[in-house]
């Protein structure tokens, strides 16, 4: 029986890229191992890996800022739609009429009407509150007009 010659692979040298047949585990070109070092492509891939998840953080956190910039100039433009200043606050007089002070001053941000039982024999009184937003103010700070039968019997600010 005739056995047959066994050739030397063809191996590539990942570091001077030479082709050679050869069963060294060195390449005669270079004279570096054949196998490459496997640490190299984990490390490169897991800095990768960090900076796309920096880029990401950074992009959601980006985007979660904008959007509540955008929810906060909304809640300033109506808390200023329905609002009037200090100095308009202050010259509104007891005993004014609701009517006047709408005219004046414009729709309420708010209102609630209320009716009150009569005592003994009096007949039931309508009265009511309106409420006006301190313009560029804070959320929540409120002018409040109570009126009896149309007129103004009492004012808070809050």
Known sequence: MTETPMTAPTKVCPN???QAQTTSDKCPNCGKKYKKRRGGGFLKALVIGIILLV?????CTALLAGGASEVADEIDR???ENA??????DSISLGDSQDDIEADYGEPADSQDFENEGIL???????????????DGDFGDLFQLCFTEGRLT???AY
Request: net charge negative; proline share 3%.
């Open 16 to 18: 001077c890229q030479v």
């Open 55 to 59: 880029l990401l953080i950074a992009g």
């Open 78 to 80: 109506q808390q200023n």
């Open 84 to 89: 009037i200043t200090r100095s308009e606050f």
């Open 121 to 135: 024999d009096q007949e039931p009184s309508n009265s009511s509150c309106i409420y006006y937003n301190l313009e």
């Open 154 to 156: 009492s004012k808070n």
